[in-house]
């Protein structure tokens, strides 16, 4: 459903990604010394000049979103003051700083969501809901049970809990779960055929929630940017070898983007509904996830983006040998063009089949 203020929030959220990662290549560049012609809000066309700073002049622009810099003797290597003229050290600087900005905003705004939202704790078992006449309701369970072995194996993950039961379908087996900080045990027996819609068990499973002080809450939110990180990195290897499902593997544009946006911002009504909850924190989720991916991509080796450039740097540190800037060049628009094609496939895609949403 058209949702002309929802829109105008995805458009800014995104900008916002997407100028973060532009500011940190002006800053940086500036700082060593590396000329900046301009700085634009949005893309060009240009709209209008705002003003000149420190020999920059700054735009703004008619496309909407993010923005960009354009740097002196980004194609020429002869242009005293520009970027191809720099040592090699300024110019890894200058490359990486976008998506250095975009991991810090991402880390953040984690920093944020944990100090107000109190984390779920993945190495504790929850009892939520215990099923009638199963294994669970036999032995005692109650929902707030925290569980704590089954058998010798102790349940520190939802994956050792499913193992632990594995191992143990059809056999009796002690189960020990904690009630109120006062351990007790019970016999249960895992069963191999449980009605539909029950586990083994019998009951439903989840974490309780975490309270952290405000350093645990940085050090959550450095745990948390390092898996998005070694997820994302290994879905390609992941993929080949089967261990995740194609949808859990694409890639999505804009379309899916924003469809995870409107989903997010219904469960924020919901809760804000339901919890009197008034900040977006499932948005503000949305986007510290994104910005991290960005910052990612932008580090993938392919010419035309940041990290193509990089790979042509330590090309150029190893060979000690530039690059002509002709075939650099030639290589970053063929890229580009490419980029530009598989940017718009995957669009008509999101279009003609959207992303399933859970």
């Known amino acids: 459903m058209f949702n002309l203020g929802l829109i105008i929030q995805f458009i800014f959220v995104f900008g916002l990604i997407v100028f973060v990662h532009e500011l940190g290549h002006f800053l940086v560049a500036k700082r060593v010394g590396i000329e900046v012609e301009e700085f634009g809000f949005g893309y060009p066309p240009r709209l209008v000049k705002l003003f000149d700073w420190k020999g920059t002049a700054v735009s703004l622009n008619w496309i909407p979103f993010g923005g960009f810099v354009r740097l002196k003797g980004e194609t020429d290597a002869g242009e005293p003051g520009g970027m191809l003229a720099a040592p090699k050290w300024k110019r890894f600087l200058i490359l990486i700083a976008g998506a250095t900005m975009n991991f810090i905003l991402g880390i953040l705004l984690l920093i944020f969501l944990y100090n107000v939202v109190n984390p779920a704790d993945p190495s504790k078992i929850l009892v939520m809901e215990v099923a009638p006449n199963s294994p669970a309701q036999s ?34 087996v002690t189960l020990t779960y904690l009630r109120e900080g006062v351990e007790h045990t019970g016999l249960v027996t895992p069963r191999q055929n449980p009605p539909e819609g029950q586990g083994a068990i019998g009951f439903v499973m989840s974490h309780p929630e975490m309270q952290l002080t405000f350093g645990q809450s940085i050090g959550m939110a450095f745990r948390t940017f390092w898996d998005q990180v070694k997820t994302t990195v290994s879905l390609p290897y992941n993929y080949i070898k089967g261990a995740i499902a194609p949808e859990e593997a694409r890639v999505i544009g804009l379309k899916g ?102």
């Open 139 to 172: 032995v005692g369970l109650q929902p707030g049970d925290l569980i704590l072995k089954l058998g010798d194996d102790p349940i520190n993950s939802t994956e050792a809990m499913v193992n632990a039961t594995k191992k143990h379908l059809g056999q009796e």
């Open 257 to 358: 983007i924003y469809d995870l946006f409107s989903n997010a911002a219904e469960i924020d009504q919901t809760n804000a509904e339901v919890s009197h909850e008034v900040l977006p924190i499932t948005r503000l989720s949305l986007v510290s996830m994104l910005t991290i991916a960005i910052g990612i991509t932008n580090l993938l080796p392919i010419p035309a983006l940041d990290g193509g450039q990089i790979m042509f740097l330590l090309i150029e540190a190893v060979t000690r040998k530039r690059i002509p800037p002709r075939v650099a060049n030639a290589v970053n628009s063929a890229f580009f063009v490419l980029l530009i094609l598989l940017f718009a496939f995957i669009n008509i895609r999101d279009f003609v089949n959207p992303i399933i949403i859970p």
